[in-house]
Structure formats: C-alpha cells, structure tokens
C-alpha cells in the first residue's frame, strides 16, 4: 500500500467561510476540493478519495450527518472534522460517535484549522503506516513485525540483521515486557535456520525436574510415569533454534547440564545411556544483570561466556521515543478485530497520556491497556475515560504541567519526514510521493526542519 497524495474535500454552503477555508488549507500545501451541499460531496465521495473531509453540519437535504455517514461507509480511512455554528454539546457528542475526528464552531480561527487539519492528517497516516507494515508482513515471513521508529529501536533491527546470519549464540538484555522473544524471533527468521523450527522456553516456570524433562526428553521408563520415550525441545529443535528465556532463573545443576550439551553439541535423555547428536543456536534473554550474578556465584561464568557472544541491549519503552502511538494504534487493531468493536481511532488525550506515562510494564503492559481500553470502551474511540484507574488518575498532574514534554506535531512530522527520506535512501522524489505531497513542499519542510 502507497500513500495517496493529501487531499481534503470542503463542504461549506456558506460561500465566504467555504473560499476561506480554501484559501488556508490551499496555502498550507494541500490540494483541495470544495462544494455548496452534502448532495454534491456525497457523489464525490462515490468517485474520488479523499484524505480528510471537512463539512458543515447544518446544510439542507444531505447534511453534515450524512456526510460524515456515507464517508466513514465508503472511505474508514478518511478522517472527518465538523463544522457548525451551532455549537451544541449533543451534536458534538453525536457526531464523535459516528467517528468525526474532532468538532469546531463557527466563527472558526484559522490557527485552529490548521492544527486540527495536521492532527488530522497525521492521525491517518499513523493508521496508513501500521497498516502497511501488515502487507509488508505478509508478503514476507522474514522479519517479524518489530514496530518502531526511533532512534533505539532503529539500531536494535540494525544489529539483528547483521548478526542473523551467523550461527553465533545471542544474549538479549532488558526489561520484563520489552519483546526480546520477538528479537529472538526475528534473529532466526532470517537465519539459515529459518526454515527448522524455532522453539522457545521459559526457565523461570519449571522445577529442575522438569525442565531436565522439557528440554532433553526421557527415555521409557526412566521415572513413574514415564510410559513411553520422548524427546525434548532441544532435540526437537534440531537444526533450528532454541529461545531460552529468562536464563537467569535457571538452577545452577542445570546450568552445568546445559553448558555440557552447548560444548558438546550432544545430549543425554533422562534415563538415557546414549548420546544424542543436536545442532542448534541458542538465543537466551534475561532481565537479570548476568555480570553481577556471575560475581555472586548464582550464574556460572563458563555458562555466561558460552551464551554471551553478542549481545543486544533492548530498550524500556519509556526510552523509545515517538514509538508509543505507533504500538497503540498497532495493538487497537489487533483488539478491534479480535472483539468486533468499531473502534478506529484514539483520541488526542489519550494519546498524549499515553505518550507521557513512564510504562514500567514496558510493551505488554501498552498491549494490555489498549486491549481493556477496547474491551470496556462503548465510543467510537478510545478516550481517557476508557483507560485503567491508575492512568486517569495522573492526568491533572500531567496536564497541568507547564513543563510537560509531550512531543508536539511538527516533532511528530519531522520523524516522519526522517523516516520516509530514509526508507526511499534520501530520494526526494519517492519521498514526496510517499507523504502524498509535492516536492517543493517536501523542500521547504526539510529546510524548515533543517534535515
């Protein structure tokens, strides 16, 4: 999916207001269509799509209702802003239901037009972008779908598509909740290995016992119970990967097991006289200081030395800036599809407050809140209202803060600018038709925002 140039279509049977608006969204560098009546936009919205439609509310025969009806019917992607001069708090209300993305009255400020247009269009491109990284993902088993754009994150796939390749074992660092099996799973998918299974396992769930069991298999009667022989995950994994996770829960007499069968690429069953050959790459992850372990004797050195030949550092959510709208609005569309809501979109509070919160349960705690907010949220959008207790309760303290540091748009539009200059290697021309505006316009942003 390519994005289509920006286009607006202005509905407005006041002629004055409806060539205001022209003028300022034209002069902003948007292409832009304008009508008297909801009759005439309702046959351009069968014919042409548009990027963001705004219309009067209050218009006979079809009005702004319809409109924004037959619009969300025919084109979901495109984003709609009422305008009325009867500001009522009903049809405000009503009109957020039906999935306008935000509400003015007349006499409307230019400075606000603009801002709600770019808030608008930048919404819709949040949505366009997590949408085309699903094609992508489709099109493709070989990187799994790894959301984010900054700077962190940027060099995270950078150094898995560098290391994939090797068969050299991999240590990832970081924070419950931060996706290291993702990492993991990305590192074998464009491994040789890619086309063996990958197997993961959790060292913190199971007795010693069992995880002997789990990993290396048993022989027929090597305990009560044992009925019949069966391999373990390892051996199953042969030829493959194997994730273990959380590595430095594991007890230290398994620790010399595993190092055994690591140095020896060979195991032994429970009960097992034989040995089994194996040929597989180790990936492990822990949110443990390794180092620090060693030191106290809970982790063995050879151990850590065998499984830290390359390691990635992942970082907490709190430090990937810029990427929390683009995992929430990744998780919404996983939510919605999974529980049939018509939700599309997240209110700008929410998002702000999103963006602001420290997450110290990292990505599944984003994951779970969007998923609740979806499940318990009866609008068509996600607000503040739809978000945990403990979120909702630092919204006066966040919002009163003069100092707040939320990213503002033109923040947002420079990353983005920088991101799509990157993916098309710096040509302006592809670029440009990328963001769905010409290139005079792309110059004077990379001169404004001096990339």
């Not at 990505?363 to 503040?384: F, Q, Y």
């Amino acid at each position: 999916m390519e994005f289509s140039r920006e286009i607006i279509l202005i509905v407005e049977d006041e002629d004055i207001a409806r060539k205001n608006m022209e003028h300022i969204l034209k002069k902003e560098g948007y292409e832009v269509m304008a009508v008297d009546s909801g009759v005439k936009a309702l046959n351009l919205l069968k014919e042409k799509s548009f990027d963001l439609v705004i219309t009067d509310l209050k218009m006979e025969n079809v009005d702004g209702m319809q409109v924004l009806k037959k619009s969300r019917k025919l084109q979901p992607y495109t984003e709609v802003i009422m305008i009325t001069g009867y500001a009522t708090v009903d049809s405000a209300v009503n009109a957020m239901k039906e999935g306008a993305y935000h509400y003015i009255g007349k006499p409307y400020k230019f400075d606000e037009v603009r801002q709600i247009t770019k808030e608008a269009l930048l919404k819709r491109r949040l949505v366009l972008e997590n949408l085309q990284l699903k094609e992508s993902l489709k099109k493709t088993r070989q990187m799994p779908f790894i959301i984010g754009k900054s700077e962190a994150m940027v060099s995270v796939k950078k150094t898995i598509e560098q290391i994939a390749p090797s068969d050299s074992n991999v240590l990832i660092l970081g924070e419950s909740g931060t996706g290291k099996e993702l990492v993991a799973k990305a590192i074998h998918n464009l491994s040789p290995r890619s086309e063996k299974k990958f197997i993961a396992f959790n060292c913190g769930s199971f007795t010693e016992e069992l995880m002997a069991n789990e990993l290396f298999g048993h022989e027929k009667d090597a305990f009560t119970g044992a009925t019949k022989q069966k391999a373990g995950l390892i051996e199953a994994a042969d030829g493959g990967t194997v994730f273990l996770d959380e590595i430095g829960d594991m007890p230290l007499t398994m620790q010399v097991k595993l190092l055994r069968m690591m140095q020896e690429k060979e195991l032994l069953r429970v009960g097992g006289v034989e040995a089994i050959p194996v040929d597989v790459r180790f990936v492990a992850a822990t949110h443990r200081d390794l180092k620090e372990d060693v030191e106290k004797g809970y982790f063995r050195q050879d151990l850590f030395y065998r499984i830290n030949v390359i390691t990635i550092q992942l970082p907490p959510l709190a430090e990937r800036e810029g990427d929390v709208p683009l995992l929430a609005y990744h998780f919404l569309g996983q939510s919605i599809q999974a529980k049939k809501k018509n939700i599309q979109e997240i209110d700008r509070d929410a998002l702000a407050l999103l963006s602001q919160y420290s997450w110290p349960g990292n990505i599944r705690e984003l994951e779970n809140v969007i998923e609740s907010a979806v499940t318990l949220g009866k609008g068509p959008m996600v607000g503040v209202e739809d978000l945990p207790g403990y979120l909702r309760d630092l919204t006066i303290e966040i919002f009163r803060r003069p100092d707040s540091n939320f990213p503002s748009l033109e923040e947002h539009e420079k990353r983005y600018i920088e991101w799509v200059l990157e993916k098309n290697e710096g040509n302006k021309t592809k670029a440009a038709r990328v963001l769905g505006i010409d290139r005079v316009s792309l110059w004077r942003k990379i001169k404004r925002y001096n990339l």
